[in-house]
């Protein structure tokens, strides 16, 4: 086992559930997991050895990510905290793997604001409805926690990516 593929099993993994429990939580995703995720990034370029064409590319996708995300921010379909973690994630993915992130976290983006509508439609137990993080999930017109979906997308597909290949040394 690579120290590359350690970065990407720990650091990148538990930024990414970290980013989906507080966004779950407290629908913010705070900008040190941000910076997390962009400074292990770095880490994974520098102790992969990654090349200059390559680098190139997960540059572009990060900024392809940054541009899309701040557009959905700037029209009210997502938050600023996950448009700045779409575009982490893009950087993490490169252009190689960006349009198969991009649809898997938007399947999962779809599925959990049914799974929200649906749930928003129940009436809470009494002691689940002590939970103040429940009751916001639960508020009808609350907003959908899509950290979590980018962080689900992420996990779905991050075996098949040239990232992981590339941390396993393969």
């Not at 921010?73 to 198969?100: H, R, Y």
């Not at 980018?150 to 396993?168: E, H, N, Q």
Request: charged letters at 10%; a neutral charge; hydrophobic letters at 60%.
């Amino acid at each position: 086992m690579t120290l590359e593929f350690l970065l990407l099993s720990t650091v990148l993994a538990g930024c990414l559930l970290a980013a989906a429990g507080w966004d779950l939580a407290t629908y913010t995703i705070p900008n040190p997991i941000q910076i997390a995720l962009l400074a292990s990034f770095l880490l994974f370029v520098v102790m992969s050895g990654m090349p200059a064409v390559l680098l190139a590319s997960h540059f572009a996708a990060g900024s392809v990510g940054l541009v899309a995300g701040f557009a959905l921010f700037a029209f009210g379909v997502i938050g600023g905290g996950d448009a700045k973690l779409f575009a982490c994630i893009a950087l993490w993915f490169g252009l190689s793997d960006l349009l198969f992130y991009t649809l898997t976290a938007s399947i999962f983006g779809g599925a959990l604001t049914l799974g929200l509508l649906f749930f928003r439609k129940l009436p809470l137990p009494g002691l689940l409805a002590r939970q103040a993080w429940l009751m916001r999930l639960h508020e009808e017109g609350g907003g959908i926690p899509y950290g979590v979906a980018l962080a689900a997308g992420s996990f779905a597909i991050l075996p098949y990516t040239d990232v992981f290949r590339s941390g396993l040394g393969a």
